[in-house]
């Protein structure tokens, strides 16, 4: 995995269309036992290099009912986005993230991983990813989250862009998440 993760850290592949240039985020251990799996940093965590280290990331961390030191053990949380850079600024927010990374990476990486119990698909572009034939919508598969257990769990990105999104589903909030938190405890 050492030798994995050095290689994506020196991955330039699509350093011409990144405007902050190449800064591959990723975080993981063999041992990862949760892993999230979510769009691709934002400028900030361009900046920081610390990945969710933002709005978003602690929203997650509240939605999974954990704190930082959970968070970013690897051990417990393995960090794998589908784009490792950030992708640049759209109308909306960020751009979708570039999908060289997951061609490149993403089977690799998750071949390594020998302890794996849960992964958690954050966002559309993760869910399409994982779900390519699923007709659903996000909102369908978060609703739906326990046909696609016990393997993975979609939820919609916690950006505070999505709060309409939450608000439209309270649901969520009040019926999902306490459900979650419980499976990520037994998880820990």
């Known amino acids: 995995m050492k030798d994995l993760l050095s290689q994506i850290r020196q991955c330039t592949i699509c350093a011409e269309h990144l405007p902050l240039g190449p800064r591959p985020i990723v975080e993981v251990s063999e ?6 799996v979510g769009q691709a940093p934002g400028a900030k965590v361009h900046e920081s290099g610390v990945p969710w280290d933002d709005q978003s990331g602690r929203k997650l961390r509240e939605w999974l009912g954990v704190d930082e030191a959970d968070f970013y053990n690897v051990d417990l949380f393995g960090i794998v986005p589908m784009g490792f ?10 751009l979708p ?4 990374c997951a061609e490149t990476w993403h089977e690799k990486v998750f071949r ?3 302890n794996v119990e849960l992964i958690l ?6 869910q399409n990813y994982f779900f390519p034939k699923d007709p659903q919508n996000l909102t369908e598969k978060v609703k739906n989250y326990s046909d696609y257990l016990p393997k993975y769990w979609p939820l919609p990105h916690p950006s505070p862009v999505n709060r309409f999104w939450r608000s439209r589903n309270p649901w969520f909030e009040e019926d999902v998440i306490p459900k979650l938190q419980k499976r990520i405890r037994q998880l820990l």
Do not use: Q, W
């Open 31 to 36: 041992k990862s036992k949760i892993i999230i």
């Open 85 to 94: 850079c950030y992708p640049g600024k759209g109308k909306t927010g960020d």
């Open 97 to 100: 993230p570039r999908k060289e």
């Open 112 to 114: 390594s991983f020998n």
């Open 121 to 126: 698909v954050i966002g559309t572009y993760a």
